[in-house]
């Protein structure tokens, strides 16, 4: 499985708040969601938004309250990947179970700049820097998580055995 984007930068800390914001959360609809993914921090991001782009962020990743909204709002708005020095550990695992791929890696998170056009080979773990050249490794996922995002998340793979 690989991922292939141009990089959209965030902070540390940035909260679930901030990913979905609360007063769209009464809506079960996944694209709706997306529509207002990271509005709040970054008003252009969907109109900048293109299928398979990639956040790069710092530390402590999807903190605050455990919604799932917000990783599922990141996937639904096309993001391939998310890389950040670290995640908050309820969005980690909120990640993994809507099948949201993401890696932790403190070298590429301080290295790769916005606009970066980055590839992610997650068997691996290697993230490439196309733009700058530069290479960075992340811990790759073990195969069953890797499956589980392959099939879409948590539920999906579940229904697939």
């Known amino acids: 499985m690989n991922a292939k984007g141009f990089v959209h930068t965030y902070p540390d800390n940035v909260d679930t708040d901030v990913i979905i914001p609360a007063r769209y959360l009464n809506t079960p609809d996944a694209k709706e969601l997306a529509a ?10 969907t109109k900048r938004m293109k299928e398979g782009d990639i956040m790069v962020a710092g530390w402590n990743f999807g903190c605050g309250s455990s919604r799932e909204h917000a990783p599922l709002a990141i996937k639904t708005a096309g993001v391939s990947c998310v890389i ?4 908050a550990r309820i969005f980690y695992r909120n990640a993994i ?4 791929p993401i890696l932790e890696c403190e070298e590429a998170s301080n290295a790769i700049a916005a606009g970066d056009e980055v ?3 997650f068997d691996t773990g290697v993230i490439q820097d196309i733009t700058t050249g530069a290479s960075f490794q992340a811990e ?18 579940i229904k697939n055995k």
């Open 36 to 45: 207002h993914c990271m509005e709040d921090i970054d008003a252009d991001f």
């Open 84 to 87: 950040a020095k670290s995640f």
């Open 97 to 100: 179970n809507i099948g949201l």
């Open 119 to 121: 590839s992610i080979d």
């Open 140 to 157: 790759p996922f073990p195969p069953f998580i890797q499956e589980i995002i392959s099939k879409g998340g948590l539920m999906n793979s």
